[in-house]
């Protein structure tokens, strides 16, 4: 596994639309997963959704639902975090982790790669 590394992130207004994309070499099969988290100023990193790279899993935070769509294309190594109708509270770094979780796919602690980060900034 190579560290992952993000792209996409920048400046949206309010309700608008940002598409990340994280390339993340390596293993491709069904045992990794690929996540993202996001962490805003003065707060822990949250958990926002993640994948298998065969889709078999895929999870989503509450707040991300409807709203954020996580995909996976393993010919490129490459997970898409599509995110819509965004709203000032989604603005923060963005990261990409992978690795080989083994109960919730929430938890930071269960990721062993991960990549710098994106700024994603959010104006009402």
């Known amino acids: 596994q190579i560290q992952p590394v993000e792209s996409g992130g920048g400046s949206v207004q309010s309700g608008g639309s940002m598409r990340l994309s994280c390339v993340a070499s390596?293993?491709?099969?069904?045992?990794?997963?690929v996540a993202w988290f996001r962490e805003a100023p003065g707060k822990d990193r949250e958990f926002v959704a993640a994948?298998?790279?065969?889709?078999?899993?895929?999870i989503y935070a509450n707040f991300a639902k409807g709203r954020f769509t996580i995909s996976a294309d393993s010919a490129r190594n490459t997970v898409y975090l599509q995110m819509d109708s965004l709203e000032p509270e989604d603005a923060g770094v963005y990261y990409c982790?992978?690795?080989?979780?083994?109960?919730?796919?929430?938890?930071?602690?269960?990721?062993?790669?991960w990549g710098p980060g994106t700024q994603v900034s959010v104006s009402s």
């Open positions: 982790a992978s690795g080989s979780p083994r109960s919730s796919f929430r938890s930071p602690s269960e990721y062993t790669y």
């Open positions: 390596g293993s491709t099969s069904s045992r990794y997963a």
């Open positions: 994948t298998t790279w065969t889709a078999t899993s895929t």
